[in-house]
Nanobody
Framework: QALMVESGGGSVQAGGSLRLSCVRSGGSLRGYAVAWFRQAPGKERRFVAV????????YYADSVKGRFTISRDNAKNTVYLSMNSLKPEDTAVYYCAADGLDTDNYYSPDEYHYWGQGTQVAVSS
């Protein structure tokens, strides 16, 4: 079973930056749509960003547009989430997810078959 592995989380002050990384354990990310979701304590898991392989496009949640960037490095088989101008409300566990189909419902966690264990991001004011 494919497993996604996230890294790069940590604690920063508001206005700071972090870059999260996601790799697929034992396999390539070529051909996969890869998304980032986040889940704050007591809240549901929410879509952050997606990069779709076949369509070559990216989408972002309104709350992170202009601050976060999702990107791929095919040579390193890695997907990144660069987060700038972080706010306390960005505090959450961030999850990487992948699926072999470029679904139009990219914002729904149900569309992704492969998930990581998550990496914690904490932003203090």
């Amino acid at each position: 079973q494919a497993l996604m592995v996230e890294s790069g989380g940590g604690s920063v002050q508001a206005g700071g930056s972090l870059r999260l990384s996601c790799v697929r354990s034992g396999g390539s990310l070529r051909g996969y749509a890869v998304a980032w979701f986040r889940q704050a304590p007591g809240k549901e898991r929410r879509f952050v960003a997606v990069t779709r392989w076949r369509r070559g496009d990216t989408y972002y949640a309104d709350s992170v547009k202009g601050r976060f960037t999702i990107s791929r490095d095919n040579a390193k088989n890695t997907v990144y989430l660069s987060m700038n101008s972080l706010k306390p409300e960005d505090t959450a566990v961030y999850y990487c997810a992948a699926d072999g189909l470029d679904t139009d419902n990219y914002y729904s966690p149900d569309e992704y078959h492969y998930w990581g264990q998550g990496t914690q991001v904490a932003v203090s004011s």
